[in-house]
């Protein structure tokens, strides 16, 4: 049986999300933020998972179907929980003065709640087995933790664009960028559930979803660049 120190697995369960905070980070290359509001909004982000985990505990009194919990109620919660750290912990601050920046504070906030849950997830496992918690660590490095801050970059740059949009069209923007990010959580959520039932649901994730996020962010990085270059 494989032995592995507490602390070990806390650094390989924090790894992933202080990883992924840094590539985002240096996607910003003509203007990176400030290292010290980026950790801020990762704290914050991580924080939030507690009410994020309440309110969910809540609807799960009423509802009993993990299905619903996880498709529907789960993304919106979540979502909408990372979407309101930066909307009011950095939205007008004057360091966030670009679509970009939309982006990355987005996947801070999210990278902080997918950290938390990381631990969680993965201490889980460890008490189960040190194996078992390698395994989880490995799965969710690759595709939750990053999932986390591919949805919420969705609804990140619909906020650092309305920021610079007329101000009638700005709630219209947020609004399809949140609720996208929402389905989004919600369709990776259900390719997991169906895993186990639906034969094609694994590779609708691995093949079509997973790499869409990507492409996803792409171009929104890219629009949100070619911003900063008109500026």
């Known amino acids: 049986m494989i032995e ?7 650094a ?6 202080v990883f992924w905070v840094w590539y985002f980070y240096h996607r910003d290359k003509f203007e990176p933020e400030p290292a010290a509001l980026i950790i801020k ?4 982000g991580a924080l939030i998972t507690i009410p994020v985990a309440f309110i969910e505990g809540f609807f799960g009194l009423f509802i009993a179907s993990p299905v619903i919990m996880g498709v529907v109620i789960a993304p919106v919660v979540e979502e909408y929980g990372k979407f309101w750290v930066v ?11 670009e679509p970009m920046d939309g982006i990355v504070y987005a996947a801070s906030a ?5 950290s938390f849950e990381n631990v969680l997830y993965v201490f889980a496992a460890y008490a189960a087995s040190p194996s078992l918690a390698l395994g989880t660590v490995a799965i969710r490095a690759i595709f939750s933790v990053p999932g986390h801050a591919l949805f919420s970059s969705v609804w990140g740059y619909a906020l ?3 920021k610079f949009t007329a101000a009638q069209r700005r709630p ?18 259900f390719l997991l559930f169906s895993a186990d039932t639906f034969a094609y649901a694994t590779a609708i994730f691995i093949l079509v979803l997973i790499p869409g996020l990507w492409i996803l962010l792409e171009r929104n990085i890219r629009s949100a660049l070619r911003w900063q270059r008109r500026r």
């Open 172 to 189: 219209a923007i947020i609004a399809r960028g949140l609720a996208l990010a929402m389905v989004l959580h919600g369709i990776f959520n």
């Open 4 to 10: 592995i120190e507490p602390l070990v697995i806390l």
């Open 110 to 114: 999210a990278l902080g709640l997918a």
């Open 87 to 97: 909307r009011r912990f950095i939205y007008r601050d004057v360091e966030f003065d």
């Open 160 to 162: 650092g664009r309305a």
């Open 12 to 17: 390989l369960a924090l790894g992933p999300g």
């Open 41 to 44: 909004i990762f704290l914050i």
